[in-house]
């Protein structure tokens, strides 16, 4: 089955500057990779996917690369932002027939201080 | 639309009691999956259905746990009997049917026993 590592598992940042999670995956034919965000007492909500037909997706302030090659892919937060704190997951597709059915990493716990 | 409805929100229950945990996905989702997070083990896939029907189930921990879905906007998890590490945030989702697409999480239920 499918093998997800995330690291770091947490991650402590000062406000402005950027984080960087790594996540590395098992099977290379993985062809979706999401990251998920779970604020306290909250849903993990998706914030952010790539496909694997692309090298790297920008949305605003947070970015995705992925290198199909290494199996790895990285979720980048740049000027970070007291709201940013959360745990952020990623997570890789166990079959073909459906995105919702994921292998998530263990997650990484982001703090963001003022 | 209301997304995906879970409940009850909170369940506190005595160990060897029943527990049964409701889903109501998004209209027109036609996958379901019910997920369980743990300190321990993190997020973790259970089962999920298909047009009603549970496609795998190979994640439900125990014969003491099942999973029914008996029309397109309904689902359960039931937990009979219930032990005190089955205490989690049970999280249900759904998809469309194209199956190429994010899953969308409920609130999840936080069911703790005692």
Redesign the interface.
């Known amino acids: 089955g499918e093998n997800v590592e995330q690291h770091p598992s947490t991650l402590s940042v000062q406000e402005g500057d950027s984080a960087v999670i790594k996540c590395t995956y098992s099977d290379s034919a993985s062809n ?1 990779f ?1 990251w998920y965000k779970q604020e306290l007492g ?5 914030i952010i ?1 790539i496909r694997s037909n692309v090298g790297e997706k920008k949305d605003q302030r947070i970015a995705v690369t992925l290198n199909k090659t290494a199996k790895h892919f990285s979720l980048h937060i740049t000027e970070t932002q007291p709201e940013d704190s959360a745990v952020y ?1 990623c997570a890789v597709p ?2 073909t ?11 990484t716990q982001v703090v963001v201080t003022p | 639309d209301a997304g995906v409805i879970q409940s009850p929100r909170h369940e506190v229950t005595e160990m060897g009691q029943e527990v049964t945990l409701r889903c109501k996905p998004i209209s027109g989702h036609d ?1 379901l ?1 019910w997920y369980r997070q743990t300190m321990m083990r ?4 259970l089962i ?1 259905f ?1 047009n009603n029907v549970p496609i ?1 189930d190979s994640g439900m921990p125990e014969d003491r746990f099942s999973a029914k879905m008996p029309n397109a906007s309904f689902s359960t998890l039931k937990i009979q009997p219930s032990e005190p590490r089955d205490s989690a945030v049970y ?1 249900c ?3 469309p049917s194209s ?5 969308f ?4 239920t936080r069911l703790t026993v005692v």
Do not use: H, I
């Open positions: 979706y999401p909250k849903r993990p909500q998706l996917d997951f166990m079959t027939d459906s995105w919702g059915k994921l292998q998530f990493g263990a997650g | 996958y999956f993190g997020l973790e896939l999920y298909n795998d999280f989702a759904s998809s199956g190429n697409t994010e899953a999480f409920g609130q999840g």
